[in-house]
């Protein structure tokens, strides 16, 4: 077990046959440092509490007229035990601060501490949407900062900043197209989307009152550009195209593309959600693109998952600029960042853009995620315009290792294409009857990592999406390596045991089908059962 693996990954010296979860059980349940925690309703009580106030003097009532009026049994514990029972509980848990993730199309990566530190600054943290703007110009200046920064990245002509999320983005660029389009008296109904796409980009379309067609792949994984011309025609508002696609290649047409859709009366929308791997490499306005949304989470490293928060603010070329939502920030003649908002948007529309106000309404009542903007352009001002070259070429160059490093034991369908962007897809091509993705994923687990996407795109039968982020060193890389190399070889040779993985996990696997289909969301004191 010295010598290096096929990856390049030399492993410690374990005792052999050890096995952390081997050995007599336990009268607690915990294996040394692997500690089993009940629930809170099973070591909580309605009588403990973690809280406590003093007695409110002269008969006054705290709850104002809201007490309870009968108990409603939730348990209680001391402060101690309830610091120790959510850390017991995180340590079940994968984070960033573990290992690397390889969880493709999410670009789960290392959230700076200098970044979450900037955002915790009082004058960042503190701020509220109902204070008066003359109280927030501060806010307003980094919102402004950061648009031009995604302004200039981009190359396009404007930016909303307001949409909460990718697919919120997404709809805010498809608002923008369809009011272009009324702005002109022309009614189109239609909305191209290539199979290499986003699986949001079609029910975004949809949700905006579009039909949607598919558009389909080459086999090399790219847009059949003669396909997409062969479908243009007066009905087609407009593409929704994610470039880099969910193949992980850059679609090397794009700019082919723009000009057909353009020449037939339509808009370009791109899903921005892969920007992280061209980002200070190709500006999408150089390509023809008309409205891009850009994951804040995704390309500039602000935390996301569990539901947020988010961040998806939209650049939009000269032609769609007049249609961005309200609000929006702007540096006025006096030299002062006003936000614009109904008041004032009649008149700096004439000032700016020539004419009447056109913009389509507002995406959010407020303006957006200011904690996720903090965030972002503490990450874009410590990389500079040339570190944020460098990050595109290092995720780029880390996808790209690991799809090398493993394509002679795991079916590469696009390997040929030519280099992947920042995440490489396998296929399950090649394992043993009766055995899956979801089999290798699972023993994923057992090996200490998270799962990669799975069975997306679904171009690829079997699908398998990795994406390593650019702060992935080649020693990481080369460990997770060997680990996926190590299933994938069992996969092929019918490694039963791989049916039941993972093995080790502090729980086994579950019947995916019933979980979805019939949870069990609440407990049930069996006493009372």
């Known amino acids: 077990m010295s010598t290096p693996n096929a990856s390049g990954w030399k492993p410690g010296t374990p005792v052999e046959g050890h ?28 009588e403990t509490t973690g809280v406590d106030l003093p007695e409110p003097g002269n008969g006054a009532n705290r709850l104002g007229g809201f007490e309870r009026s009968e108990a409603i049994g939730l348990p209680g514990l001391s402060e101690p035990e309830t610091v120790r029972h959510y850390t017991r509980l995180s340590r079940q848990n994968y984070a960033i601060d573990l290992g ?17 530190k900037i955002a915790r600054m009082p004058g960042f943290a503190d701020v509220h949407p109902l204070q008066p703007v003359d109280t927030v110009r501060g806010a307003l200046e980094v919102i402004n900062e950061l648009a031009h920064w995604l302004i200039d990245l981009t190359g396009m002509h404007a930016v909303a900043m307001s949409p909460k999320a990718g697919a919120h983005g997404e709809l805010c660029g498809i608002l923008c197209i369809r009011a272009a389009l009324e702005a002109r008296g022309d009614a189109r109904e239609v909305i191209l989307v290539p199979e290499s796409a986003h699986g949001t980009n079609p029910a975004t379309a949809a949700f905006a009152g579009y039909k949607v067609e598919d558009i389909p792949a080459t086999a090399e994984g790219r847009v059949d550009l003669e396909a997409l011309k062969a479908r243009l025609g007066p009905d087609v508002a407009g593409v929704m195209i994610t470039n880099p696609n969910t193949c992980g290649l850059f679609e090397r047409d794009m700019k082919a593309i723009s000009d057909a ?12 959600a892969n920007f992280n791997a061209i980002v200070g490499k190709v500006r999408p306005g150089d390509l023809g693109v008309d409205a891009m949304h850009i994951n804040l989470h995704k390309t500039f490293s602000t935390p996301h998952g569990g539901g947020g928060p988010g961040s998806g603010p939209v650049v939009l070329s000269e032609a769609l600029a007049p249609f961005g939502p309200l609000p929006y920030t ?3 003649k006096d030299g002062v960042v006003h936000l614009i908002e109904e008041e004032d948007a009649e008149e700096f529309a004439k000032e700016h853009f020539g004419g009447a106000l056109q913009h389509f309404g507002r995406m959010t009542a407020f303006h957006g995620q200011m904690g996720m903007f903090t965030r972002a352009l503490a990450y874009i001002l410590s990389h500079g315009a040339d570190g944020l070259k460098q990050v595109a070429e290092d995720a780029v160059l880390n996808a790209n290792y690991i799809l090398r490093s493993l394509d002679d034991v795991l079916d590469a369908p696009f390997g040929p294409s030519g280099p992947c962007m920042h995440e490489a897809l396998f296929s399950d091509k090649g394992f043993a009857e009766g055995l899956s993705t979801l089999d290798l994923a699972k023993a994923m687990i057992d090996e200490g990592y998270h799962p990669m996407t799975m069975y997306f795109p679904l171009v690829v039968h079997g699908a398998m999406l990795v994406e390593p982020t650019e702060t992935e060193s080649k020693a990481a890389l080369d460990q997770f390596i060997m680990a996926l190399r190590s299933v994938a070889e069992r996969a092929k040779e019918g490694d039963e045991s791989l049916k039941t993985a993972p093995h080790y996990a502090p729980r086994r696997r579950l019947d995916e089908t019933q979980a979805a289909r019939k949870p069990v969301l609440a407990w049930n004191d069996p006493d009372m059962a």
């Not at 096995?19 to 070591?43: K, Q, V």
């Open 19 to 46: 096995n952390a979860m081997s050995g007599p059980d336990t009268a607690t349940g915990n294996r040394a440092l692997m500690l089993e925690e009940p629930l809170l309703f099973e070591i909580g009580h309605v």
């Open 100 to 116: 690397l993730f390889p969880l493709g199309s999410c670009t789960m990566k290392h959230n700076p501490r200098l970044n979450e």
């Open 261 to 272: 859709v353009h020449a037939a009366g339509g808009f370009v929308y791109c899903d921005g």
């Open 330 to 332: 702007a540096r006025t």
